[in-house]
T-cell receptor, first 113, second 110 residues
Framework: EAQVTQNPRYLITVTGKKLTVTCSQN?????MSWYRQDPGLGLRQIYYSMNVEVTDKGDVPEGYKVSRKEKRNFPLILESPSPNQTSLYFC????????????FGSGTRLTVV | KNEVEQSPQNLTAQEGEFITINCSYSVGISALHWLQQHPGGGIVSLFMLSSGKKKHGRLIATINIQEKHSSLHITASHPRDSAVYIC????????????FGTGTRLQVFP
């Protein structure tokens, strides 16, 4: 089944403890991206990647890192999480940039205490 | 002012009604997307538009590039259409930044 898989679905962590949210797609898509969703603010783009080893900042990249060493994987790294990074995170992929539809992962609900 | 504005924020309808959700944007774009977020949180792509009109089942999406406006229509609405509908714009070529509206929450009652 064609899908984007995010892990974990739920995570509670403490301030400052490094964490990684994984994202993997099995559709050979070139484009992958991370978003966070907050009440009243909606979805906001964190980082995106057009291809392996190519990443760029979205609207709210501060406090996050990404890497794209393989086409299928695009992990989101929080080196030193803070409570303002408590949010619902989505990964998505697309065959090529945004001129095709997106396939979204199921989301990761992160709480930083 | 947000670069992407949706209206209304909330919408209730009776089953069978014709629904319209609007999206206006103030930036140059290369494409506009309509997304549906289910009550469980999952997000599905409905349409990608760069011009004109697209139809899929009971859903119709239109875009007017000159007026910087798009509409999503649902004909013969059904309770299973209850969801949040989100408009997102892909900024002009040479960037793949995506800017989202804050969504329209639709509830359709039997």
């Amino acid at each position: 089944e064609a899908q984007v898989t995010q892990n974990p679905r739920y995570l509670i962590t403490v301030t400052g403890k490094k964490l990684t949210v994984t994202c993997s797609q099995n559709m050979n898509h070139e484009y992958m991206s991370w978003y966070r969703q907050d009440p009243g603010l909606g979805l906001r783009q964190i980082y995106y990647s057009m291809n392996v080893e190519v990443t760029d900042k979205g609207d709210v990249p501060e406090g996050y890192k990404v890497s794209r060493k393989e086409k299928r994987n695009f992990p989101l790294i929080l080196e030193s999480p803070s409570p303002n990074q408590t949010s619902l995170y989505f990964c998505a992929s697309s065959p090529w940039t945004g001129t095709y539809g997106y396939t979204f992962g199921s989301g990761t609900r992160l709480t930083v205490v | 002012k947000n670069e992407v504005e949706q209206s209304p924020q909330n919408l209730t309808a009776q089953e069978g009604e014709f629904i319209t959700i609007n999206c206006s944007y103030s930036v140059g774009i290369s494409a506009l997307h309509w997304l549906q977020q289910h009550p469980g949180g999952g997000i599905v792509s409905l349409f990608m538009l760069s011009s004109g009109k697209k139809k899929h089942g009971r859903l119709i999406a239109t875009i007017n590039i000159q007026e910087k406006h798009s509409s999503l229509h649902i004909t013969a609405s059904h309770p299973r259409d209850s969801a949040v509908y989100i408009c997102a714009v892909l900024l002009r070529p040479n960037t793949d930044k995506l800017i989202f509206g804050t969504g329209t929450r639709l509830q359709v009652f039997p």
